[in-house]
């Protein structure tokens, strides 16, 4: 295969003779200067990646994809309502549910938390629960015979917070008791724990409290009624486009909100700041660029006479361009394709080993996420590339002005 002369030319000059060493000492540290900067862009978006893609699968994992509620406070005759929103477009599954807050005490002490009542035989289908229960089923949250207690699955936080586990009762405080003169008082019953569930997501995990349905409308008063309906859809990112069309076939008062009006905040954080590092880190291939710069400028010095001598044999201004141009590209994609390989190890080692840990209760996650996404790394590899060709243009530019004949005058 025939190599362009432009080309040749190029890396001639890349290694240097013996005693223009220093040169190729700059050329190296400029594709070292590349290489650390696309590597740390890459493990940072990757990084931010997967924390995006981690926190969107435990929420989602943990609550529905849509919410269905009542401006009047209360679902009607929710069964009936689960079945019409199946019948929607997009719908996988539904499932009614109530939702209080709550107080909850042990032996131990009391805590505050989130009582939630859920459909047995639909919850399944809506929410991760039955696969996050680290002991205890779902089936054991109904009474096991007349007299017996109902049972109740913690959260794996707050049932340490309680210090209980499978078998212990505890008791249940929930607002909208009945009114005395000595004031209102709270409606109280007592559960056996039935079961511990962990999400991985630590505010779910600390607070939240399951019953079966007909036992959280016993204790709030809401019999044939619901907070709400759980929806999950056949396709998350077309979550809105179901939304819409739930709230339109059921009609006031009913409204339905998607997982990304409910998190919209958070993930647009998230976002923000991926942007923001994606810039500040982009910097640091610039500053590997400006070594081009440098470099390309000694070269163009140290080879003044070279350059002159090529222009006498024919070597238009044209092609002395592309000769520095090349050489500048040479180093950088020798850098970027560096940083492209550690980048994409140490990804590799992060996801592998998972060797750096998190608190759980500050990042909702205990383990360093990593997803490395294809496009992402084209995007930083376009990136990089286009800096260090455009770091070449004013040095190719500078060496496509050298006049021969006043180069070679005193040779």
């Not at 929420?59 to 406070?73: C, D, K, P, Q, R």
């Not at 739930?246 to 409910?262: H, I, V």
């Not at 001598?309 to 950088?332: K, P, V, Y």
Request: with cysteine; aromatic share 8%.
């Amino acid at each position: 295969m025939r190599v362009p002369v432009e080309l040749h030319i190029a890396k001639k000059y890349l290694l240097a003779k013996r005693k223009q060493t220093f040169i190729s000492i700059i050329s190296f540290i400029s594709v070292g200067g590349v290489a650390v900067g696309v590597m740390a862009l890459i493990i940072v978006l990757a990084v931010m990646s997967g924390f995006e893609r981690e926190l969107k699968d435990r929420i989602l994992g943990a609550t529905a994809h849509i919410h269905v509620t009542s401006l009047e406070g209360s679902v009607p005759d929710p069964f009936s309502r689960a079945n019409d929103v199946r019948k929607a477009g997009g719908v996988a599954a539904a499932s009614p549910y109530i939702f209080s807050q709550m107080m909850i005490s042990s032996g131990s002490g009391s805590v505050g938390g989130v009582l939630r009542g859920v459909d047995i035989p639909t919850i399944g289908g809506v929410t991760r629960l039955a696969r996050d229960l680290r002991s205890g089923s779902l089936e054991d949250l109904r009474r096991a015979g007349e007299g017996a207690l109902p049972g109740v699955i913690l959260g794996k936080e707050l049932a340490g917070n309680l210090a209980v586990g499978v078998g212990d009762v505890v008791e249940v405080l929930v607002p909208g008791g009945s009114v005395t003169p000595l004031g209102a008082f709270p409606k109280t019953a007592r559960f056996r724990v039935a079961g511990i569930s962990e999400s991985g997501m630590y505010e779910y995990d600390a607070t939240f409290a399951y019953v079966a349905f007909d036992e959280a409308g016993r204790l709030l008063g809401m019999e044939g009624r619901a907070t709400g309906i759980e929806v999950k859809v056949d396709d998350i990112y077309r979550a809105a486009d179901v939304a819409k069309r739930l709230r339109k076939d059921l009609g006031y008062p009913f409204w339905a909100k998607d997982w990304m009006q409910s998190n919209r905040n958070l993930f647009s954080a998230l976002k923000l700041e991926k942007a923001v590092m994606f810039i500040i880190l982009v910097l640091i291939v610039m500053v590997a660029a400006f070594n081009i710069i440098s470099t390309l400028i000694m070269v163009v010095m140290e080879k003044t006479k070279d350059i002159a001598i090529l222009m006498s044999m024919g070597a238009t201004r044209r092609t002395i361009r592309r000769i520095f141009a090349l050489e500048g590209l040479i180093i950088g994609v020798a850098g970027t394709a560096l940083g492209t390989f550690l980048g994409g190890l140490l990804c590799w080692l992060l996801k592998k080993y998972k060797f750096i840990q998190l608190p759980g209760d500050v990042y909702y996650i205990t383990t360093l996420p990593v997803h490395v996404e294809p496009k992402t790394i084209l995007l930083v590899v376009v990136s990089s590339v286009a800096i260090c060709f455009l770091a070449t243009l004013y040095p190719a530019a500078q060496a496509s002005r050298v006049d021969p004949a006043e180069a070679i005058r005193y040779e």
